[in-house]
């Protein structure tokens, strides 16, 4: 078990975590939900064993159980027939998410550009927007436009296959799709777009290439909102420890993804104790200010053991509770630090 100090007694992590602004930094409501049009604010059946992707991880019942404050809802296209062109999915997305809280006004609201604090204030789950993928865009600055004004606060710049603007790490066999290293022109435009329209740049999925050149122009905190550590698994897609201190120079953070192969190598199935260990290894790497959690549920993860849905979040806390953290050490790792980056806190 990794601790962050030695010898320090541990917290209520029960207490810590009704007492924190718990933010998950990356998830999926709006992905199997709204393609299927399921109703979010009933519960639903979660995964049986981490991994379903017909199942939910969550819905507003559960978010609420578990205590979730900040909800970051990552829309997510795929690329293929019969799915609609990517950037009217995001359109889609976005509105199945806003439907989701106007029909449950009491549980949850989407909180626009410096509204969090005010729907946290009453009580409610704040639902911030954000895009997995710069095939969203579909090479226009125009459409990146748009989905700021609709309130996006962070696009990943690439995924899976290379999208015109920036090379993914490979993963699978979408590793023959990557194509040519780095940043392209436009995804150097974008970029800079992004930072004009105060929407950050999420680095996770980019190659060792694009990491570089995205570090090398960004004048703006960079995030990685669901991760691993190549201490753990020695994969591309994966963090390096100098990516993570380039990360925390930057003023940026990383949230420490759910999926089990992440945590540990393939064939090893992880527990929330290997989500803790990379928790504390971040924080020794770059500090606890710069690390969050970004579960990634309901993006099709095969998730650790006793984090697998979203009644789940208590866990992690009481995993972390024993790890050597201050209380305000802690309450950032679970939500503070992410709003702060966001201009939230």
Same mark, same amino acid.
Request: glycine share 10%.
């Given at each position: 078990?990794?601790?962050? %100090? ?20 990356h ?16 519960? !639903? ?9 017909? %199942? ?16 970051? $809802? ?15 999915? $995001?359109?889609?997305?976005m ?12 549980k ?12 946290? $204030? ?16 579909? %090479? ?30 490979p ?33 996770? !999925? ?26 753990? !698994? ?46 504390? !290894? ?27 849905e $979203? ?17 305000a050490?802690?309450?950032g ?13």
């Open positions: 078990m990794l601790v962050f %100090r030695e010898g320090v007694e541990p917290l209520d992590g029960a207490t810590v975590h009704r007492q924190s602004p718990v933010a998950d930094m998830a999926h409501p709006g992905l199997t939900a709204y393609w299927l049009k399921r109703d979010l604010t009933r519960e !639903h059946a979660p995964p049986a064993h981490g991994y379903n992707p017909l %199942r939910q991880q969550l819905d507003l019942p559960r978010i609420v159980q578990g205590g979730l404050r900040v909800l970051t $809802a990552c829309v997510y296209a795929p690329t293929i027939p019969p799915f609609p062109r990517p950037f009217r999915a $995001a359109l889609g997305a509105d199945f998410v806003e439907d989701l809280c106007a029909r449950a006004p009491d949850a609201a989407v909180a626009q550009r410096g509204r969090v604090g005010a729907v946290l $204030a009453s009580g409610r789950v704040a639902v911030i927007h954000a895009a997995e993928g710069g095939h969203h865009l579909e %090479r226009s600055l125009e459409k990146l436009e748009h989905l700021a004004a609709r309130g996006l606060r962070y696009l990943t710049l690439t995924h899976f296959v290379h999208n015109g603007l920036a090379q993914p790490a993963l699978g066999p979408f590793g023959a799709l990557r194509g040519p290293p780095g940043l392209t022109d436009l995804g150097k435009r974008v970029l800079k777009k992004c930072e004009e329209l105060g929407v950050l740049i999420d680095v996770s !999925h980019c190659s060792e290439r694009t990491f570089a050149d995205v570090a090398s122009l960004a004048a703006r905190p960079l995030l990685a909102t669901h991760t691993g550590f190549r201490r753990f !698994h020695d994969v591309e897609r994966n963090l390096s420890d100098e990516q993570v201190r380039t990360i925390a120079r930057s003023g940026g953070m990383v949230g420490v993804i759910t999926w089990s192969w992440l945590l540990r190598r393939r064939g090893l199935v992880a527990d929330v104790e290997d989500l803790a260990d990379a928790v504390v !290894h971040g924080a020794l790497v770059a500090g606890p200010e710069h690390v969050g959690i970004g579960t990634d549920f309901d993006g099709y993860v095969w998730s650790a053991r006793r984090i697998r $979203a009644r789940h979040y208590p866990a992690l806390a009481e995993a972390l509770s024993r790890r050597g953290f201050t209380l050490e802690l309450r790792i679970l939500g503070g630090n992410y709003l702060r980056i966001l201009g939230e806190a």
